[in-house]
């Protein structure tokens, strides 16, 4: 007999595009699935056949149409997901991605992805500011466990917030070596002829200010400029969501040396990542890096940055500059000068890569979920 307990996954909260707490979801789920734990999971009906093929021994509870936009899902996340987790008989409540039920006498366990909203305000909108720092404090008050996927994230919250976050759990994501991994000779050729060059530079992810693109882009262009016979043929690529960078658009428009690839299939990554000269991911702030790890996953050189939780996964498989354009350009131009340490990056990359699992994720969840149980024992008795 199972004596997990019976645990209320609320990914209604994933947005269409599968982006931030998609990511997470889309690889925890199956981590927690495949270690017996017994799942319930709140969906919207977009996402129902990819979740309940990602976790088929799970209860999927779907959430009525009339509740999918933002706003209606906020409401029933405070008065329909109690009703879920009563009717479901679940023991414990994992809300994933900063908002929560504040009205249930079920246990809660609440993830906070970064603490930009406090460290970082201009890089979101002001009502978004506003938001997110609201709920990150009323987790710290309310929430039985915290989740947290960095140290610095941690620490940043502790910062701004006061000492009890200190009390979050870091569960650091992992990586998916069935997706991200050595590209083939193939693939490669495939993702030459997609972008038109044998050799570039790679960013990917979303645009958003943080991100830093288009520091990246004029650091490129300058390093092109000033090393012409260094970078004579390597191309800027830039795949990944658009996000809300307005500045992006000006940026790459300012040479045909840039090239803007939006969405890139999944089989492609690998060697979009791995095929690159560089990886480049100059971000101000991350709570976790996950593109970084999945750089490093395919063997790539990455440049990035030491803001907040790139070092810890980085550690001394990337390259490090800061995140301005002068600085990029130096670096960049200083790894094409090397190839010999692009090629130690790589190998150092993905063995350190190798280190971050979604089933040691998973493991700390459960942790989590148990404490949830406990404390909420000892506050009730």
């Given at each position: 007999m199972n004596t997990q307990p019976r645990v209320l996954i609320d990914a209604t909260a994933i947005p269409a595009s599968l982006g931030g707490v998609g990511r997470y979801?889309?690889?925890?789920?199956?981590a927690l699935d495949l270690q017996g734990a017994r799942l319930v999971i709140a969906v919207q009906e977009r996402d129902r056949t990819w979740i309940a093929s990602a976790a088929p021994d799970a209860e999927l509870v779907a959430l009525p149409r009339r509740w999918a936009s933002?706003?209606?899902?906020?409401?029933?996340?405070?008065?329909?997901l109690p009703s879920v987790a009563r009717r479901t008989r679940s023991d414990v409540i994992h809300s994933p991605h900063?908002?929560?039920?504040l009205f249930t006498r079920r246990p809660r366990v609440v993830?906070?992805?970064?603490?930009?909203?406090?460290?970082?305000?201009?890089?979101?909108?002001?009502?978004?500011?506003?938001?997110f720092r609201t709920w990150t404090r009323l987790a710290i008050r309310f929430a039985q466990e915290l989740l947290v996927p960095s140290d610095a994230t941690r620490s940043e919250i502790v910062r701004f917030v006061g000492p009890r976050a200190a009390r979050a759990r870091v569960a650091y994501h992992g990586v998916d070596t069935t997706q991200f991994h050595l590209p083939t000779p193939d693939s490669v050729r495939d993702v030459r002829q997609l972008i038109g060059a044998d050799r570039w530079i790679a960013f990917l992810g979303t645009l958003e200010p943080r991100k830093n693109v288009p520091a990246l882009i004029r650091g490129f262009l300058a390093a092109a400029r000033d090393q012409p016979e260094l970078f004579d043929g390597v191309q800027l690529v830039i795949a990944g969501a658009p996000g809300w960078d307005d500045d992006v658009d000006s940026a790459v428009a300012m040479s045909d040396r840039v090239h803007r690839l939006g969405y890139v299939e999944k089989a492609l990554l690998p060697a979009l990542l791995g095929g690159a000269d560089v990886v480049a991911y100059p971000s101000s702030a991350e709570g976790f890096g996950l593109p970084v790890l999945e750089a490093m996953a395919c063997g790539a050189a990455v440049l990035t940055t030491r803001r907040l939780a790139l070092p810890e996964v980085g550690g001394d498989a990337v390259e490090y500059t800061e995140p301005t354009e002068d600085a990029i350009a130096a670096t960049l131009t200083a790894l094409l000068a090397a190839p010999e340490r692009r090629a130690t990056l790589g190998a150092r990359a993905r063995a350190r890569a190798a280190g971050f699992s979604w089933a040691h994720t998973a493991r700390t969840h459960a942790e989590a979920y148990d404490a949830a149980i406990r404390e909420q024992s000892r506050s009730l008795s």
């Open positions: 979801l889309e690889h925890l789920i199956p933002r706003g209606a899902r906020l409401a029933w996340e405070q008065f329909g900063y908002t929560f039920p993830t906070l992805h970064d603490a930009t909203f406090f460290s970082d305000p201009d890089a979101h909108s002001t009502l978004k500011t506003a938001f």
